[in-house]
């Protein structure tokens, strides 16, 4: 196994239109964890169910060490599911609430990447940006990439078939990713991938400048693009 390091930025912005972030986002570069999370559930109950749910991921990563990390960051997941679902049933005003979620954590040389929701993960390798994570909606589900079928569900776009926090049990799912030097995986809320051409993406992805630049560009394209959602980016560099 050889040695590499990770470098990581993250970002969030309320976008244009919304008037409050149910977005949270984590970069936890000693445990190699970074995740973004999409709240939904109405004012003050989609930020507490995406925020709920990162806490108890990285507090049971924290708790945790050794074994097999990427299936410990599923585990983590399905706990976070069980404890916003028991937030709603105590708090009636959180009733309901839940949140998308995606996550990559270092395992050796492996990228765990675990998700649920329609929050993503790329990569970026040799000019190459490539999908690492298929939504789970119902538009990707059941129309795939045909574009009669995702034309005829045009209307359903944004329903989710699979969010921490709606259902008593959450089944994340879960890929292994080789790292190589120089690559860069996107973590990415739907307020960027729903707006910003993955060209767009690639060609920010691709210059020289730091990592914190190209998070700022990548929600400053989102926003220039109407901005109708809450924009969250984590950028994750594998370094030599």
């Known amino acids: 196994m050889?040695?590499?390091?990770?470098?990581?930025?993250?970002?969030?912005?309320?976008?244009?239109?919304?008037?409050?972030?149910?977005?949270?986002?984590?970069?936890?570069?000693?445990?190699?964890?970074?995740?973004?999370?999409?709240?939904?559930?109405?004012?003050?109950?989609?930020?507490?169910?995406?925020?709920?749910?990162?806490?108890?991921?990285?507090?049971?990563?924290?708790?945790?060490?050794?074994?097999?990390?990427?299936?410990?960051?599923?585990?983590?997941?399905?706990?976070?599911?069980?404890?916003?679902?028991?937030?709603?049933?105590?708090?009636?005003?959180?009733?309901?609430?839940?949140?998308?979620?995606?996550?990559?954590?270092?395992?050796?040389?492996?990228?765990?990447?675990?998700?649920?929701?329609?929050?993503?993960?790329?990569?970026?390798?040799?000019?190459?940006?490539?999908?690492?994570?298929?939504?789970?909606?119902?538009?990707?589900e059941y129309a795939g990439d045909d574009p009669i079928a995702r034309a005829a569900l045009g209307n359903y776009s944004n329903m989710i078939t699979r969010a921490i926090g709606t259902g008593a049990e959450v089944e994340p799912e879960v890929r292994r990713d080789r790292m190589q030097p120089g690559d860069i995986y996107l973590l990415c809320s739907d307020g960027l991938c729903g707006v910003v051409k993955d060209s767009e993406v690639a060609a920010v992805l691709g210059r020289g400048n730091d990592l914190p630049d190209r998070a700022r560009d990548l929600v400053r394209i989102a926003n220039e693009h109407g901005g109708p959602d809450n924009i969250s980016v984590v950028l994750v560099r594998v370094d030599p």
């Open 2 to 140: 050889r040695w590499m390091k990770l470098a990581a930025a993250g970002l969030s912005d309320v976008g244009q239109e919304r008037d409050h972030n149910e977005d949270s986002y984590a970069v936890e570069e000693a445990l190699g964890l970074f995740i973004v999370a999409d709240g939904m559930g109405g004012h003050l109950a989609g930020e507490v169910a995406s925020a709920m749910a990162i806490a108890c991921v990285v507090e049971h990563l924290t708790q945790h060490s050794g074994g097999d990390r990427v299936a410990l960051l599923a585990e983590a997941t399905r706990l976070a599911n069980t404890r916003v679902i028991e937030e709603g049933q105590r708090n009636r005003k959180r009733r309901g609430m839940g949140s998308t979620f995606v996550a990559l954590v270092r395992d050796g040389d492996d990228a765990g990447i675990v998700h649920v929701g329609d929050s993503r993960c790329y990569r970026y390798r040799h000019t190459v940006l490539e999908r690492l994570t298929r939504d789970h909606s119902l538009i990707e």
